[in-house]
């Protein structure tokens, strides 16, 4: 077992149904593990990585649940930056993870 797949282990074990991922090379482990992980954890590709960021927060607010967006490190990561902002001052639940 990979470190991926104990991460996508873990977040299906905490109930986690649905992940807003965009793929990139330092997070494509943990997209593997995702295909692996399909039966129980519904992978959304967004087309930008914000619109991942922001679409978790959506799912949050929409459901009560947890919202989970990924991207990769760098750039990918910093374009997560302004929804996991918006999520912390509106008190939303919401996790992001990125590759690195």
């Keep these: 077992m990979t470190g991926a797949d104990i991460l996508v282990k873990s977040l299906v074990d905490h109930g986690?149904?649905?992940?807003?991922?965009?793929?990139?090379g330092?997070?494509?482990?943990?997209?593997?593990?995702?295909?692996?992980?399909?039966d129980r954890l519904r992978t959304i590709l967004p087309r930008h990585e914000q619109g991942g960021g922001f679409?978790?927060?959506?799912?949050?607010?929409?459901?009560?649940?947890?919202?989970?967006?990924m991207a990769t490190s760098g750039p990918g990561a910093t374009n997560l930056v302004t929804a996991i902002a918006d999520a912390k001052l509106d008190?939303?639940?919401?996790?992001?993870?990125t590759g690195q």
């Design 26 to 38: 330092a997070s494509m482990p943990l997209h593997q593990a995702l295909t692996r992980y399909a």
């Design 16 to 24: 986690v149904e649905v992940i807003f991922a965009y793929p990139g």
């Design 55 to 69: 679409a978790a927060q959506g799912y949050a607010r929409a459901t009560g649940r947890v919202g989970v967006c």
């Design 91 to 97: 008190s939303i639940p919401m996790v992001a993870i």
